[in-house]
């Protein structure tokens, strides 16, 4: 009994939530940066910086191509990672983990207030069970959010970086929920309109999140208008306007990026098609919410034959769980009406009523499972008082599996290798998974072994460019010149929905017109260079490597308008900006090239060659102390390259600074040493 008080306590419970959260995730913690990480992270100019956190607004998710997800939340929660970590993907994926269990303390906080206004007032000859059934709710919630919190069919959305997307909306959302309820209940009139200014302003960080934000807002009025019996109709309707003005000013933000291609064209499924794939979609979810095994990023139910047939019976079984769960009368009844309309209500936009780019994905369970879980909530106590202590251990022993089956998910993010290899052997059939485990072979230099996945790959998608593209290279690497060309030559054609299926699909020509430049062919690089970029006018590798090309062929004064031009229009690309900053100093434009690279080193707050660029052209214009300034500012960004430390003591001996100038080349002698014991270990 002591033990059981002491569980109940509510600090006990979030720290029960923390610890769990974090075991079930820990080996992700080491796991390196798979798939779009390294585009979101890497190789993503929009993060460099704080100064572009309102700039993330006007993009899409992947600034340098197209892509048709507007988070910029997502975007500015990545700029404070690389801010603190600079791009060490131990940093980015702790982030992840702790939004996930932000997430998960919200959830447990929000449904003891929903579950508290859902009970109902005992009544004389019922006093007993029912008041010890109200007494329950808030342990309900707690085991709720904890199972939730472990679930290992949470993984691509906690263990993958680039699926921070989810936990960001949920929390957002959970927050400004919880905002609204305080709100209500402060009698300070400037208290509560700031807890209901914060939870507009939550609401709006949620949806521009991830579009799930939508569903939160949805299941929020349906909950205000059908649960919510404490306040009046008038609160309810302004409250409802006030919902659809923070709807509209989300799709007003996402009007902010410039317009992209048009999406491809859906695959047509009839309407009893897209029947069976919602019923089978709803079975295969339903079967991961109890049995998670046999997980993988890329899922599909278009498998075998017979297998949608009997997916779409445990749909069938589904619906008709929760149609008897809603029927059936008790005083649980009320949570079972809001576990199955938060179910359905969140599973309905994945359900394949739309076009999606998947019949099915695990991180789409992430808002849809907390209603599966609430309405078995409301299963449990209905149950007959003399099962409610087995169903308290069953819930634990649950936890305890959960948390150990997320634990070895976790363990499959550690590297790339071992990701996409266990990927294939769960069952997972999409090709992105082998072009991704070729090009890990390709980067070892096993090029033959990549090229037999890839031939496999294109067998069953003849038409991905992906495919083609890297088994030209891998057949270039082995000497198969005539073969490599013509496979990039088709491959770097663009279709429709290239754009949208990879970021990277401009890859293909950009390696073709490689080619041409080792074939000494350089009007075709320049020709195929300059399609692409009409094609992918926000690839910044396109431009440079034209422009490089052009300035080699035709001069610098041919190559600057191509830089500047993109400059113009992506501001904010550090890389394109330090180009900028050296074709001008080549030129001679000693003005424009300062400027440069004063603006390409504030948009990138870690990289130091614009900084020594800048210093340089200070101390050759005679400015040794804004030189001296520039250059301790590079050293602060980087203290332990020995190059740094080389360049001060240079600008230190040309101000007549002998004995500083000795200090920096005797640190420089240091750190080399330091770099030389460290390689040797």
């Known amino acids: 009994m002591k033990v059981a008080s002491y569980l109940q306590q509510t600090r006990v419970q979030c720290l029960l939530l923390v610890v769990f959260g974090f075991v079930a995730r820990w080996p992700a913690l080491s796991g390196e940066l798979i798939w779009d990480d390294k585009l979101l ?314 076009d999606l780019n998947a019949t099915v994905a695990e991180h789409w369970l992430y808002l849809p499972s907390v209603g599966f879980l609430i309405f078995l909530a409301g299963v449990a106590l209905d149950l007959p008082v003399r099962f409610r202590s087995a169903a308290v251990v069953f819930s634990g022993l649950l936890v305890v599996t959960f948390t150990a089956l997320s634990m070895n998910r976790s363990g499959d993010w550690v590297n790339a290798e071992t990701f996409f290899r266990k990927t294939f052997a769960a069952g997972a059939t999409n090709s992105r998974i082998g072009v991704n485990l070729a090009v890990i072979y390709a980067e070892r230099g096993e090029h033959a072994k990549a090229e037999t996945i890839l031939r496999k790959v294109l067998r069953v998608a003849p038409g991905n460019s992906l495919a083609r593209n890297n088994l030209a290279l891998a057949l270039s690497q082995q000497g198969k010149a005539e073969e490599a060309k013509a496979l990039f030559e088709g491959a770097s054609k663009v279709r429709p929905g290239d754009q949208k299926v990879d970021p990277t699909s401009w890859d293909a020509a950009l390696h073709l017109a490689k080619v041409f430049r080792e074939e000494k062919n350089t009007a075709a690089a320049l020709s195929l260079l300059e399609q692409a970029r009409r094609d992918y006018p926000d690839t910044w590798q396109l431009v440079n490597f034209e422009a490089g090309l052009v300035r080699e062929s035709e001069g610098i004064d041919a190559a600057l308008p191509l830089v500047q031009d993109f400059v113009d229009r992506h501001w904010w690309h550090a890389g394109a900006c330090f180009a900028l900053g050296q074709l001008s100093a080549e030129r001679g434009d000693k003005q424009k090239a300062e400027a440069a690279f004063r603006r390409a080193s504030w948009l990138d707050f870690h990289e130091t060659a614009a900084l020594n660029s800048l210093a340089a052209m200070q101390a050759d214009a005679g400015r040794f102390d804004a030189a001296l300034r520039t250059q301790r500012r590079a050293i602060r960004r980087q203290p332990d390259q020995p190059q740094q430390h080389f360049f001060l003591a240079r600008i230190l001996a040309r101000m007549g600074h002998s004995e500083e100038s000795l200090q920096a080349v005797a640190e420089v002698g240091r750190l080399r040493g330091l770099a030389q014991q460290s390689a040797e270990k």
């Open 41 to 354: 992270v890497r190789g993503n100019p929009m993060i460099r910086s704080p100064l572009l956190v309102l700039e993330a607004f006007r993009h899409y998710l992947f600034p340098d191509s197209y892509s048709g997800h507007y988070r910029p939340v997502q975007t500015v929660s990545y700029i404070f990672d690389d801010l603190i970590w600079n791009g060490d993907p131990f940093g980015f994926h702790l982030a992840n983990i702790l939004w996930h269990i932000a997430g998960g303390l919200l959830l447990y906080f929000l449904l003891r207030r929903l579950f508290s206004s859902l009970t109902e007032a005992p009544r004389e000859n019922e006093a007993n069970s029912l008041g010890e059934r109200n007494k329950s709710y808030p342990s309900a919630a707690f085991l709720v959010a904890l199972i939730w919190t472990v679930h290992p069919v949470h993984s691509a959305a906690v263990d993958y970086i680039s699926g921070r997307a989810d936990s960001l909306a949920f929390v957002f959302a959970a927050a400004g929920w919880l905002l609204f309820l305080k709100a209500g209940e402060e009698g300070r009139t400037v208290f509560r309109r700031s807890f209901y200014l914060l939870a507009i302003v939550s609401a709006l960080l949620a949806l521009s999140s991830r579009e799930s934000g939508l569903i939160w807002l949805a299941l929020f009025l349906i909950h205000l208008f059908t649960l919510e019996e404490r306040l009046a109709t008038k609160t309810k309707i302004s409250v409802l306007l006030i919902c659809l003005a923070i709807a509209a000013a989300y799709f007003g933000l996402r009007h902010l990026p410039e317009s992209r291609p048009e999406n491809i064209a859906g695959p047509g499924w009839s309407p009893a098609m897209r029947g069976q794939l919602m019923l089978g979609a709803l079975g295969d979810y339903a079967r991961l919410m109890l049995v998670p095994t046999n997980l993988h990023v890329e899922r599909t139910i278009l498998g075998p034959a017979g297998s949608l047939r009997f997916l779409v019976a445990g749909g069938l079984l589904t619906l008709a769980v929760l149609a008897y769960g809603l029927r059936r009368p008790g005083p649980a009844q009320r949570l079972r009406i809001l576990g199955a309309a938060w179910f359905i209500l969140s599973y309905l936009p994945t359900s394949n009523l739309f």
